[in-house]
């Protein structure tokens, strides 16, 4: 038996589609690790295909030529250590979740995941069939066990793997970020290591894709749930990785504990880097926004300058009638701060034009928010204008607050491809500007310091659709409404819980009948960055027509 084993952990960001460039980037990290004296390098789950690939993984072109990519890294990656990586697997028929070991040019073993996610972002019994539990394999003398991803979840799989000889235990992940995720992993990985006596080796992908972001934050528990390595979070990394075996098993040498920095940040972080993704996967460099001088555009301003830098955003302000001074000052102030090209487009005369088109129809009707949305709508339509001309992404700005009660217009400042702060509820909002006032990472292009002005953050929110506006006029306070979706939203509770909570009954059963009036909606919106298990869209899937109301 071997007393040493050298692991590399590749925490690496792979694009979803891309398998001969996840198939490079494999061989890249089986380089570094051979020139390091690996005995294997270990990449996460599903890296050839990128990770989630939702059905495209079932077309069986697709999975076939990612089976095709793996067979060629064997072969490739004959002379040097092993490899471990993730990919589809065909059985027969049956299509599975699967993390192939390549050695000595050929695939030497490959496990099957058995218990596949069906609720939040997953949907893996349509897409994969369940593999058997299955005992451990081997590189060299030594016996490895690789519970994949959900199978580290439970107890069956690391249990069974550690009966049947396993010496330590390598989890593959593609596990999405969410606010306390680390903490969550960490908890489980250690009850993993108490029931079996294993160390085990947490290795999780990095990077976005669409509304997910995978966090990275790979790390090691030695026997007795000691932390032996902590990789960072959001960025890529590759770590060494010495397993040494004594008188009383298998234990991971100590490395370098990265810094977990805190939930603000991680927020932060994720949805910076989820727009960085999402731009670089989908093909554009450069964005554009309009900046109406409130919290919310310039948070997703100063996002979109430290996710792709200053050069490539476009700060739009867009005024009419019922813009304030302040407004205008606060706008131009923040792109300013930021180093954003800025552009002033008035849109009175187009409201005028729109006005008098509409006043034959309309002449016997009354002002009401159907003017309000004109105003919305031509923003958009000139925003969207712009993004066809100049070749830049156009970015939404409302928040989860926004986006829950439908206080905001369809086709109109819900246009666009991409809104990193959908997750984001607006008194969160208005902690992230803080934070990011106050602290400065190496990870962001944009200046350092009070980018977002002071005024900004305190004055009281206004869409400025009409004459001395207030966002309280149509809602609670956003504490208050806030409050109340969290129940709601978040923790799936009824009217009882908010007025349990110290609610007024009929603030919940407003919130709760615009929630449900909003559906159609947020069908149609852009996708934005996951934050939360409640995130819409994937996590929160509700009918558009429905005539249910909690009358508790």
Known sequence: MADRFRLTLAQLNPTVGDIDGNAARAHAAWQDGRAAGADLVALPEMFVTGYNTQDLVMKPVFHQTAIAAIEGLARDCAQGPAL???????????????????AGGH?????????????????????????????????GDTRIGSPICEDSWYEDVAETLAETGAEFLLVPNGSPYYRGKLEVRQTL???????????????????????????GGTFVVNPHGELALQMPLFEEAVAHLDMVCGEDGWTAQKGPLAHVPDLLEQDYNAMVLALRDYMRKTGFSKVLL???GGVDSAIVATIAADALGPGNVRCVMLPSEYTSEASLADAKAVAENLGCHYDF???????????????????????????????????????????????????TTGN????????????????????????????????ICRWRNA????????????????????????????????????LPDYPVLDSILDILVDRDGSISDCVAAGHDRADAQKVEHLLYISE?????????????????????????????????
């Open 84 to 102: 471990a990586i993730g990919g589809p697997a065909l059985v027969g028929a049956e299509l599975y979740n699967a993390y192939y070991i390549l």
């Open 107 to 139: 695939i030497t073993a490959r496990v099957l995941k058995h218990h596949l996610p069906n609720e939040t972002v997953f949907d893996e019994k349509r897409l994969y069939a369940s593999g058997p539990v299955g005992g451990p394999y081997s590189v």
């Open 189 to 215: 990985m250690v009850s993993r290591v108490v029931e079996t006596g294993l160390p085990l080796i947490y290795l999780n992908l990095v990077g976005a894709q669409d509304d997910q972001v995978f966090d």
């Open 290 to 292: 309009g900046l109406s």
């Open 345 to 395: 487009v008035p849109i009175a005369e187009g409201r005028a034009a729109i006005t008098n088109t509409l006043a034959p129809l309309f002449a016997d009707a009354q002002p009401d928010i159907t003017e309000e949305n004109i105003q919305s709508r031509l923003r958009g339509l000139l925003l969207m204008a712009m993004s066809n001309k100049f070749g830049e992404m156009l970015l």
């Open 400 to 431: 989860k607050s926004e986006v829950a009660v439908g206080y905001a217009t369809i086709y109109g400042d819900m246009a666009g491809g991409y809104n990193p702060i959908k997750d984001l509820y607006k008194t969160r909002v208005f902690d």
């Open 439 to 474: 602290n400065h990472r190496q990870w962001m292009k944009a200046p350092e310091g009070p980018v977002i002005p002071a005024n900004v953050i305190n004055k009281a929110p206004s869409a400025e659709l009409r004459e001395d506006q207030k966002d309280s006029d149509s």
């Open 520 to 552: 159609y909606k947020r069908f149609q919106s852009a996708p934005g960055t996951r934050l939360s298990k409640k995130a819409f869209w994937l996590d929160r899937r509700y009918p558009i027509a429905n005539r249910w109301r909690d009358r508790g």
